[in-house]
């Protein structure tokens, strides 16, 4: 057995698919009920399941209780997991970390949607990697939405010309905006998620293709859902607690 195959069997062997099938189902009722609440269709909200540091095997339990969007930060966690589910054939996934412009090759092609894109030299090295395997890449922008100086993303009044800038790039297609809010609740945190979504208003003016919103975790996606949110970002809540990276 080499190394590979005895880190599977171990991985495998701590995968409890009944609890991810179970958590996946508490969430998705969830969404819907908040979806419901806030008189939007349920099927507007795509759930992205967070599966970083999680072992295939428990993504492949996920994808087998129905569960096909997945969202990796790690662009080389992304390219092993996708060699080893390679399997799944309409698995999609999404990129949802900062991404370090010499790891665009691990990301595209083959990833659905690009979350994070907060500078011109990101889309351009995704752009770059869309145009030459005949493809577009879809992309959003991380905002930063409460100001947080150690925090990624563009600021709030800078979102425009970020978009104006990343809409020029060849091979990117800007599809909307994303957002890792500072810890706050209630009332509080949806300040936070309408603050994005005023943002993607303006910003669909003069972009029709940016309609897409992402926001929302484990701890805040049914205040995201009644700002409007139309991908959550779920990690915990299905796959439970991460184990640290080794
Ligand atoms: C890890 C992560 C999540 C999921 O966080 P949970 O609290 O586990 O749901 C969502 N978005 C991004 C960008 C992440 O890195």
């Known amino acids: ?20 099938v179970n958590g996946l189902a508490a969430v998705r009722e969830r969404i819907r009920a908040a979806a419901l609440a806030s008189g939007r269709k349920p ?42 589910l390679v399997d799944l054939p309409d698995i999609r996934w999404h990129f949802v970390g900062a991404l370090q412009t010499n790891k665009a090759k691990s990301v595209v092609p083959g990833t659905s949607l690009v979350h994070a894109v907060d500078r011109v030299a990101a889309a351009e090295a995704l752009g770059k990697r869309a ?37 020029r790039v ?5 599809r909307g905006l994303m957002c890792i809010p500072p810890p706050a609740e209630g009332d509080e945190a949806r300040r936070y998620f309408a603050s994005l979504r005023e943002a993607r208003d303006r910003l669909r003016e003069t972009c ?21 949110a139309t991908l959550v970002r779920v990690g915990t809540a299905i796959f439970g607690a991460r184990k640290p990276r080794s």
């Open 43 to 84: 099927e507007d909200v795509t759930l992205v399941a967070i599966s970083k540091t999680q072992p295939s095997s428990a993504i492949r339990a996920a994808y087998e209780a129905g569960q096909r969007d997945f969202g990796e930060n790690y662009a080389q966690e992304l390219a092993r997991k996708r060699t080893e």
């Open 131 to 167: 145009v030459a395997s005949g493809g577009t890449v879809d992309v959003l922008l991380e905002v930063n939405v409460g100001g947080e100086e150690s925090k990624a993303g563009v600021s709030l009044h800078r979102v425009q010309e970020l978009a104006e800038a990343v809409s």
């Open 208 to 228: 029709p293709t940016a309609d897409l919103l992402s926001m929302g975790m484990s701890g805040d996606y049914e205040e995201a859902i009644a700002e409007g």
């Open 1 to 20: 057995m080499s190394t590979q195959d005895q880190d599977s069997a171990r991985d495998d062997d701590q995968v409890d698919r009944k609890a991810i």
């Open 170 to 174: 060849d091979g990117c297609v800007l």
